[in-house]
């Protein structure tokens, strides 16, 4: 008698991402409690599954993991484009957020980018703002995996608290979130700059102590840099040593402005760099050395960072533009082939959030979170390569479905547990009071 | 009495992108004998439509134009990634044209290819490639609009042709052709490195007497300035000048390796640069100075190139990219601001076809090709700017509907004209047959 299960994909491509990258042709995804139970022949009937999804013509692959954002900031999305970054955040960003960063937005804004995010194929995220309980229980709404990390940074009170109730507050939200399998916590030191030297060594004290993966915007802009030479005599990641954070598993988003002699001190720690593209070069902050973070064996993955400056969470269109521009950049069409720039975004994305034994490729036991993409429109036609159709030819319009920890919270384009219409009418009423709390 | 005409397109955000790039909420747009005749208050109720769409919840646009492509490369599409530029061109693409290349192949891959250009909200392309009628039969039975050129190049016969059999080719094919609206037809001089310098002098002799605007590769790779150096003592636009190309209206694709001096000739002369940045970051060929062509004054405009070096055919991601690119490549997130970056995928592609006074902006008069962005998904909200919209956030997923000289070629994400679960079959099957052909 077959085994019953709660939720069959047959058929399709499946880019498992295993260790031998094996892709497999007409096989069937055997899901029960949330994992994958098996990878199969269907012609076998050994299962029996309570909800079957037809994955004929499609391409299945691990979900995509998002390792920097700011879900609370999707209502900026657009809302001052082609500005410098001084006045971008001095007259809109932070004037709003003084403003209406309360409970309230927060949760409805960081429920629009949880639910836009499952739309773009993304299964798991890494998200740093300000009250996690909100943006904790929006993500688990939506049904969006999340690791959500309170920014700290000074005169906000968070810098306050890192010494050392952050860490008890880390722990508190781990535990009253424990009966949610798709909730995570950790601490997110803003930024070099935006954090005193004395807060940066409690939080790596309090991180240290409780085993708290760290999460930490990085080199983004020349300034930085510069400032960080001028105010500490050292170079960021020389001074990330010498507050104790390198040492400890990290992940740091954009590393934009890193020197090779910095790259190897990161390579022989447990650091992973989240690239987001996008938004450096919207913002016009630089483009980072991803040949020498390769070349030095630094683990690296992807990230759309906030919607304010990208102006989407598209992950796909992440990969695409990173592959090629650091292809021209290298002048070599042969870099970062399309198989390895998949396997950052998910494999490699799992290991940079220390849960590459649980996510990051379809294998009999790990979680069952899953990225299907339909190949029926015309434009999706004909596939010689699945890797290289990922990452070039498919984008945001092919996210057909998406399972995360077993669960179908997308099917044929709709979400499944939100009501998209809603969040819409919301997101517009939103718009309203910002365009008003900016006269 | 109300008017009655063809088409009315009614609500939604208008761009007109006209001479003071008004921005129109909450109008309608007439559209009668394939010409828009107005744009009013729908409460007047001056029109009776035969055929009406609601574009309420829609940014409404000039159709874009991709300037430069090859349409029948389209089942190539992810062929051979990731690979130098001379194995993907000797090892695939040369034995692949060789042999599959006839007239039924082209046919039916060009309109694969016009159908998707649709489907991205494309509605005028300038192609370039071998079997003009074929090419020609393909856009028209797709409803795109297209101005093909024969790629004249050495060895294929083209050349001899040029002397000066292609000038009456051309003109044979604008009357043939003359009943379709759409078609218009052109010369491609492929590039300095496949034409001889007596083909080039000959073109540009065919095209001066019959004012037929030209289409070519200019400096595309690193390679090809070395080799004209090399073979012409002359940098390339130095080398199209004393052939008389430079001093008619051309197109020049690519444009990547041009220095300021070549750029100043090029400015003091009707050339247009159509931007290919994917292609040209995918092959690592380079990234075009665009600061420098806009500051002396070269009218540019984007391109797809072929989906083979892409992978897609989709002009929004080229905006998109080209905007953020530039915008890092300056060091400043106010160049090429979004309205500015619309313009150049519209009005000034239209400028660099010579079609400016009939298409590139949405005005009285002007042909009605149409391209409807709906706003309804949750990843298309809040909207504060509606270029912003377009160039960041906006994607192929967003393409509602598109007219093409008044008729409707796209409703609702699908194409009026031509059936896609057939044209995915046809491709299927050209793709077994390229396999086959590659052993």
Redesign the interface.
Known sequence: MPAQVDLILRGGTILTLDRDLRVLEDRAIAIDGGRILDIFDPRAKQYAARQEIDTANCILMPGLINAHSHLPMT?F?????????ET?LRDYIWPLEAKLMKHEFIGQAAL?GA??MI??GITQVQDMYFDMPAIAAACSQAGLRAIIGEAVLEGNGSAEQARPALGEKVLELRQSFAADPLLDFNLAPHSIYACSEKTLVQVAKVAAEHGILLHMHLAETRGEVRDCLKEHGLKPVHYLQKVGILELPAVYAHGVWTDPDEIGLMAANPASVAICS?S????????LPLAEYQRQGVNLCFATDGVAS?????LL?EID?TA??H??L??????L??ARAVQMATLDAAKALGVADRRGSLEPGKDADICVLSL????C?????PY??VV??L???QVRDVVIAGEIVLRQGRLAKVD?AE??ET??S??QR??KELG
Do not use: M
Request: charged share 25%; glycine share 6%.
């Open positions: 209502y999305r657009g809302l001052a484009d082609d500005l410098p970054l971008w629009h639910a836009e739309k773009n996008d450096n070069l919207k913002l016009a902050s630089g483009i990208n102006n989407n969470l598209d269109a533009l090629k521009l292809k021209a290298n002048s070599d069409p042969a870099f082939p399309a029926a429109g015309l434009e036609q004909p596939v010689y390569n290289s159709h070039y030819t984008g945001a319009k998209e969040l819409v997101a517009k939103w718009k910002i365009l």
